[in-house]
Nanobody, 123 residues
Framework: QLQASGGGLVQTGGSLRLSCVAS????????MGWFRQAPGKEREFVAA????????YYADSLKGRFTISRVVGANTVYLQMKDLKPEDMAIYFC??????????????????WGKGTLVTVSS
């Protein structure tokens, strides 16, 4: 199971760090991704990280502001977000899959989806 946390209310220009903790098994060989869904919009890809942390991939519009990382032994993935904007407001989800293409091509069916955490950005 995956559980995202760390969401909350932040002002425009602020920062937040989201966490995704995997439990109930080992996620050592899983690629991980973050996705988000804003009110009234489709869920969209945010960032992905390979199973060993060596490779990362970002949505073009978020490069430079968001950073994905993972602690392999701790089954934890982070999403550091800075310079937040009102358009970043969404529910953020983490997901895991054995296939890299599935994660970076998401959202879609994956091995695991976690419950989301809400990020609210005030202007």
């Amino acid at each position: 199971q995956l559980q995202a946390s760390g969401g909350g209310l932040v002002q425009t220009g602020g920062s937040l760090r989201l966490s995704c903790v995997a439990s109930g098994g080992t996620f050592f060989m899983y690629h991980m991704g973050w996705f988000r869904q804003a009110p009234g919009k489709e869920r969209e890809f945010v960032a992905a990280i390979s199973w060993n942390g060596d490779t990362t991939y970002y949505a073009d519009s978020l490069k430079g502001r968001f950073t994905i990382s993972r602690v392999v032994g701790a089954n934890t993935v982070y999403l550091q977000m800075k310079d937040l904007k009102p358009e970043d407001m969404a529910i953020y989800f983490c997901a895991a899959d054995h296939d890299w293409g599935t994660v970076v091509g998401g959202p879609g069916p994956m091995n695991y989806w976690g419950k989301g955490t809400l990020v609210t950005v005030s202007s």
